[in-house]
């Protein structure tokens, strides 16, 4: 499949395509030739996918992005570095006006309380690689199994979008593989979509229910019920608002 585009920085290539399979399996397939970080976009995906597996719809004009970061750090922090992205995403989507977003955990982004964003982080010997899909046009969601939005009326423009993105990501990656999540949780707080609720977790077919207390340095969420203080790491788990 052959690129629209290719564009060079001194610290970022940046692939186009008009369409493609999955912009994070492009990068995994040919993360061998890559020499540096690199960025594929894509107008429209055909076999997009979210945490899991799970299917994510990918109609032309949203965004389909992702980034290959070249580093030698010992990758074991995958749960925080999820959310340090989000983080860096609502920082990218408030360059754009775009308020009452929250993070839900580990790698959705809601607005006005349903989901338009969704991150998928994943790694290959010396690379991580950032998904990141956004719903920025209105197209037909009857079919997706849970409320979701879109960001049309913000007019955004997605290459103002792309360089924007890779300003902050370039910037914050650095940061959070210096410093940890701590750099970036008071941000996370302050977006938490479960701060101050009770939730349900589902961990390999187990219910489990609690007080939600935050997510700790590890990224692992925390709760505390009858069997006192408990973390969880994101590996299989579901979470949500207890009804």
Same mark, same amino acid.
């Given at each position: 499949m052959k690129p629209l585009s290719q564009q060079s920085t001194d610290t970022l290539d940046m692939i186009f395509f008009e369409e493609i399979g999955s912009t994070n399996d492009y990068l995994l397939e040919n993360a061998k030739n890559i020499k540096k970080h690199t960025a594929c976009i894509a107008q429209k995906q055909t076999k997009g996918r979210g945490r899991q597996g799970k299917r994510w719809q990918s109609p032309k004009g949203n965004l389909y992005y992702s980034l290959l970061y070249k580093t030698k750090q010992h990758q074991n922090y995958l749960a925080s570095f999820s959310m340090m992205i989000a983080v860096s995403f609502c920082e990218v989507l408030a360059h754009f006006k775009v308020? +009452?977003?929250?993070?839900?955990?580990?790698?959705? /982004?809601?607005?006005? @309380?349903?989901?338009? =964003? @969704?991150? &998928? $982080?994943?790694?290959?010997?010396?690379?991580?690689?950032?998904?990141?899909?956004?719903? *920025?046009?209105? !197209?037909?969601?009857?079919?997706? #199994?849970?409320?979701? =939005? #879109? &960001?049309?009326? %913000?007019?955004?423009?997605? %290459? @103002? &979008?792309?360089?924007?993105?890779?300003?902050?990501? *370039?910037?914050?990656?650095?940061?959070? *593989?210096?410093? @940890? %999540? +701590?750099?970036?949780?008071?941000?996370?707080? +302050?977006? #938490? !979509? %479960?701060?101050?609720?009770? $939730?349900?977790?589902?961990?390999?077919?187990? +219910?489990?229910?609690?007080?939600? &207390?935050? /997510?700790?340095?590890?990224?692992?969420?925390?709760?505390?019920?009858?069997?006192?203080?408990?973390s969880f790491s994101l590996s299989s788990l579901s979470v949500r608002i207890l009804e």
């Open positions: 308020d +009452e977003l929250q993070i839900k955990y580990p790698n959705d /982004i809601y607005y006005q @309380g349903k989901k338009v =964003a @969704g991150i &998928l $982080v994943e790694t290959q010997n010396d690379n991580i690689i950032v998904g990141i899909g956004c719903n *920025l046009v209105d !197209f037909d969601r009857s079919h997706i #199994d849970q409320p979701s =939005a #879109d &960001l049309h009326h %913000f007019n955004i423009n997605i %290459f @103002g &979008l792309i360089t924007e993105l890779n300003k902050v990501l *370039l910037q914050n990656i650095p940061i959070f *593989l210096k410093k @940890g %999540f +701590e750099s970036f949780k008071i941000l996370f707080v +302050e977006k #938490d !979509f %479960f701060k101050d609720k009770k $939730v349900k977790i589902f961990n390999n077919q187990t +219910e489990i229910i609690g007080d939600y &207390l935050g /997510i700790n340095e590890q990224g692992y969420i925390v709760i505390k019920n009858q069997n006192g203080v408990q």
